[in-house]
């Protein structure tokens, strides 16, 4: 195969996590590597900011900044939600792309890296079938984030076990603090998390526990499982009978005995038309206060269990640095419609040792990867023994960022904007 020369584009989508920016640095930093790579550039606010030619040269960036990335959370490029839907929308998708690969035959754009989760790998796909369709010689390659973990066909996805070093940490600290003021009254807190469909989130608070049956969370309420309200109920006033206080943490899709979201609002829909989850927790709250006349207060944990950088997981840093590295050395070889995925090994004495492999984009896109059954306790209030020897790995050693006054020194790129070449989207 006769190699491909030309620029790279590298973008953001969806929501951020605290090491997305670890895998645009190892985009960055293997591309440089490469003579066929002619420039980097970054795409701002992802394929919204590149329909709007909205482009930057990462190639200006200082080398200090790039290393940066590695410790610094949120989306340095910048994000979107904004879906190519060819199905419900498709003149606008046909326009969208029409106009996306006038962008990339104007910047020579010959390698394209996308990092973002489910929606996200199905743009990349979209993509590739249509650089296939059009004849103009391009690699793409997706690059998996996500704090939900649901992508299929990777042991994990880079965002979650920082995610889950943080909520269970967070977790243990208010378990403390609870449990320091219960009383023969009783108390109960309820910490919400994020986690629509899939718990992977909501079930990685276990590791708070370290084994304890005593110590919080004593009951975990998953998306996965059909919940019977006064089951919980009688849940909770045993474990506040046994410890004078319970601590809970619910998804914020968590479901009814019908499947019906309690937390949804069924009036306001999300960018992709799904209701908007707000206030699992505070329901049951609400439930828990007026049939068992117990205190209870609730923790909406919200953006910072995306964004706590100062907690992230050294492990799923170096993933998803290698996750970019990955992505580049795929596309030098001449591979596309691919997503690099991450592989686990276990050694002979028992240690965890990681690498990458891909998996092509259409096994991807749009699938949702849930917690099994099996890794979840027959009455389905605590992740099992088999969910917790998965999940310690993920969260092994600190990231240490530098520090300046006291605070995190995160790093703001310069995004030096190209010059536009085309007419502005209308």
């Known amino acids: ?27 960055i930093t293997e591309a440089g590597k490469h003579e066929c790579v002619e420039e980097i550039y970054g795409g701002l606010n992802g394929i919204f900011g590149i329909l709007n030619e909205n482009l930057v040269d990462l190639g200006d960036e200082k080398r200090s900044a790039i290393a940066g990335l590695r410790y610094t959370p949120a989306a340095a490029l910048g994000t979107c939600r904004y879906k190519i839907d060819f199905k419900k929308k498709p003149e606008k998708a046909v326009e969208d792309m029409n106009r996306l690969f006038e962008v990339f035959v104007a910047h020579n754009i010959r390698f394209f890296f996308y990092a973002g989760g489910n929606d996200s790998q199905d743009t990349s796909r979209k993509i590739h079938e249509e650089a296939v369709k059009r004849g103009y010689e391009m690699r793409v390659i997706g690059v998996p984030k996500t704090i939900d973990n649901d992508l299929p066909h990777t042991d994990s996805c880079p965002g979650y076990g920082s995610a889950i070093k943080y909520n269970a940490t967070t977790v243990m600290e208010v378990g403390i603090d609870v449990g320091s003021m219960a009383t023969d009254d009783g108390s109960v807190c309820i910490i919400e998390v994020m986690g629509r469909s899939a718990g992977w989130i909501a079930a990685g608070t276990v590791l708070a ?43 914020e899709g968590i479901k009814n005995e ?43 944990l919200g953006y910072v269990q995306r964004a706590a950088a100062h907690c992230a997981s050294l492990t ?16 030098i070889e001449g591979k596309s419609g691919l997503m690099v995925k991450i592989v686990r090994q276990t050694q002979p004495d028992g ?40 999940a310690k790995p993920l969260i092994e050693g600190e990231v240490r960022p530098p520090a300046e006054g006291g605070l995190p020194k995160y790093i703001v790129l310069e995004k030096v904007p190209l010059e536009k070449k085309l007419t502005p989207r209308e």
């Open 1 to 27: 195969m006769a190699e491909l020369v030309g620029n790279l584009l590298v973008a953001q989508s969806g929501g951020p996590t605290s090491v997305i920016n670890a895998s645009v640095a190892g985009v």
């Open 209 to 251: 526990k370290r084994g304890v049956a005593a110590n919080p969370p004593h009951i975990i309420l998953l998306p996965e499982i059909r919940y019977n309200v006064n089951a919980v109920l009688a849940k909770v006033k045993e474990t506040v009978d046994a410890y004078k206080y319970c601590v809970m943490v619910v998804g």
């Open 258 to 300: 019908k499947g019906e979201e309690i937390g949804a609002d069924k009036e306001h829909l999300d960018a992709f038309g799904h209701p908007v989850l707000c206030g699992a927790g505070e329901k049951i709250k609400d439930f828990i206060q007026e049939k068992l006349k117990t205190k209870t207060r609730t923790v909406l």
């Open 316 to 331: 799923d840093s170096n993933n998803a640095f290698a996750t970019g590295e990955a992505a580049v050395r795929a596309a």
């Open 351 to 390: 240690s965890i040792q990681w690498c990458t492999g891909l998996q092509p984009l259409e096994d991807i896109a749009n699938v949702e990867h849930f917690v099994p059954r099996d890794w979840i306790s027959e009455d389905g209030y605590l992740p099992n023994e088999k969910f917790v020897e998965y």
